[in-house]
């Protein structure tokens, strides 16, 4: 079992991206993980702004982020890339906070001429955070994602079996992988 860090980058109180997330996470739940869940909005804007590495909720965070095996990130796409949201708390984190650990980028949008948004600009930056293995993500058109009245998600049958097998392979790839201690990390 692998302890996963589940973080949306959306700053919508609605957010598809963040109900998607959620929705995944029982998947991995279900395949025998720990999911932790953090929505970057909820953090003080404040620090995220004012880079206030050392605000309890900042410190807390990159804690989080330290201890996890495996991290899902999800942004919706904004201005062809990922949210400002999103980059302003990854700013905040230590260079290789990735170190040693499994991603699975996700994105949701509103047109397919930015599905590769993972690919030429989240990706780069989980790279660069040190990133040992970046499993394929998956681009998931707003539309094909709807909200109940009861705030039950559904995904539309395609998008929704393309989730389900890349959230399948990101717990493979999580399969005995333990995160490395964060100083080993840095070293690397
Ligand atoms: C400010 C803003 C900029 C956006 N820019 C893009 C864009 O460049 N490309 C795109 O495909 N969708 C764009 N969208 C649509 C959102 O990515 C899409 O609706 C997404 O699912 C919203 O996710 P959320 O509900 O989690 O915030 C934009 C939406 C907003 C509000």
């Known amino acids: 079992m692998a302890t996963v860090l589940s973080v949306s980058g959306s700053p919508s109180a609605t957010s598809r991206t963040a109900r998607l997330l959620r929705h995944l996470d029982r998947r991995l739940t279900a395949r025998g993980h720990e999911v932790i869940p953090l ?4 953090l003080p804007a404040e620090a995220l702004l004012g880079a206030d ?10 804690e989080l982020f330290a201890r996890v095996d495996g991290v899902v990130i999800g942004t919706p796409v904004y201005k062809a890339a990922y949210s400002g949201l999103l980059k302003s708390l990854l700013d ?6 990735l170190a040693g650990k499994t991603v699975l980028p996700l994105a949701t949008g509103g047109t397919t001429a930015h599905v590769l948004a993972i690919d030429y600009a ?7 955070m040190g990133a040992a293995h ?3 993500g998956w681009f998931t058109l707003d539309k094909d994602i709807e909200v109940g009245a009861d ?7 395609g998008p929704a079996g393309a989730l389900a097998q890349v959230v399948d392979r990101f717990s493979d790839a999580l399969g005995g992988r333990t995160a ?3 100083a080993a990390g840095r070293a690397a």
Request: charged share 10%; hydrophobic share 50%.
């Open 39 to 42: 929505d970057v909005r909820t």
């Open 53 to 62: 590495f050392r605000h309890p909720a900042i410190v807390e965070a990159t």
């Open 122 to 128: 989240l990706r780069p930056v989980l790279s660069s």
């Open 134 to 136: 970046i499993v394929q």
């Open 180 to 182: 490395l201690p964060a």
């Open 151 to 157: 705030g039950a998600l559904t995904v539309a049958p």
């Open 92 to 97: 905040l984190l230590p260079q290789y906070a």
